[in-house]
């Protein structure tokens, strides 16, 4: 990518991950949107040199809201070069003990509300011959965990779009990351959290020593907030853009354990899994498996492509 400044949208900016970068893109000069449910939450961020501060009132689980501030964004600041979809919060407690409200909430704002945003910026990125688009996940994206079974369900779902979207809209210069950060001192356990209504069922059970470390507050963190920003930043400037980028130790050590552990059952089952073919059984050689597609490349790789300033 190009030069500073570029424009940046990010949503979920009041606290976490989200404000973290709202504060380190302002400090490097760069012109932000930064969008919050509550926009009073920003009034005390400052833009630093020739960067720009725009906000807005935006709650991701509103379709129509999304388009609204999208297009103010882009008319205020004149075009989008990187957007980053951060808003979201966990439903910690067992899956049975959720109400379908708490689930339905759940799958609008994590899982949906990205969905849509990332189709209401995909005509300003089409149009201008490229750009990117930074989804924050979370560890729990590559592996589950008792006692946030609705949240990881969504993060998986966001890692599954986003995977093929990327594929979708490479051709246009179009670079996608997935941020999978692991524990960080945030409010993500604190007023971002959601607690379902403990059920005597799954008294001592590891959903609801997790839901009572939450609620606690005792949940370890090993991430420093500030450095995760600056990573997502670097990384969303440079040439290229990572399919998936995992920030913090315990993030690297959770998804390399739950990816060995996932290829290890899989090849485990290749012998039955052949089986089940057409001509199985008929002596002829199992096909090879369709080879997945390139990397995620970005418009770098792209002669003639128009790039983001």
């Known amino acids: 990518m190009t030069a500073s400044p570029r424009v940046w949208l ?13 504060t380190e893109l302002l400090a490097r000069g760069e012109s932000v949107a930064a969008t919050a449910r509550d926009p009073r939450t920003l009034t005390d961020l400052r833009p630093s040199g020739a960067g720009t501060l725009w906000t807005a009132r935006l709650d991701v689980t509103d379709p129509e809201r999304i388009r609204q501030v999208v297009d103010a ?19 910690v407690g067992a899956a049975e003990e959720a109400t379908g409200e708490q689930v339905d909430r759940q799958i609008r704002t994590n899982l ?15 149009a201008q011959g490229g750009g990117r688009i930074v989804q924050v996940s979370s560890m729990a994206g590559q592996r589950g965990s008792p006692g946030t079974a609705v949240y990881c369900a969504t993060k998986w779902g966001v890692e599954g779009f986003f995977e093929s979207l990327a594929a979708e809209v490479k ?25 379902t209504t403990a059920s005597p069922g799954y008294a001592g059970t590891p959903a609801a020593i997790l839901r009572r470390r939450a609620q606690d507050g005792r949940l370890p963190c090993r991430g420093d907030l500030a450095k995760m920003a600056a990573a997502v930043v670097d ?43 057409l001509n199985a059984g008929d002596g002829s050689t199992p096909s090879t498996p369709h080879r997945r597609p ?16």
Do not use: C, M
């Open 235 to 277: 990384v969303a400037t440079g040439p290229t853009a990572p399919l998936r980028l995992a920030l913090g130790s315990d993030a690297y050590a959770a998804i390399r354990r739950g990816l060995t552990a996932r290829l290890a059952e899989l090849e485990d089952q290749r012998e039955l899994a052949f089986s089940t073919d």
């Open 10 to 22: 990010v949503t979920g900016s009041s606290t976490g991950i989200g404000r973290a970068l709202v």
């Open 171 to 195: 051709g246009f210069g179009i670079g996608v990351t997935i941020v999978e950060p692991g524990t960080v001192s945030t409010g993500f356990f604190g007023r971002s959290k959601e607690l």
């Open 73 to 91: 964004a882009a008319r205020a600041l004149g075009r989008l070069d990187v957007v980053v979809s951060n808003a979201g919060y966990a439903l």
């Open 294 to 309: 390139e990397g995620n490349d970005d418009a770098h790789h792209r002669p003639g492509a128009r790039q983001p300033r």
């Open 112 to 126: 949906t509300g990205p969905i849509h945003l990332a189709r209401a910026v995909l005509p300003y990125l089409r």
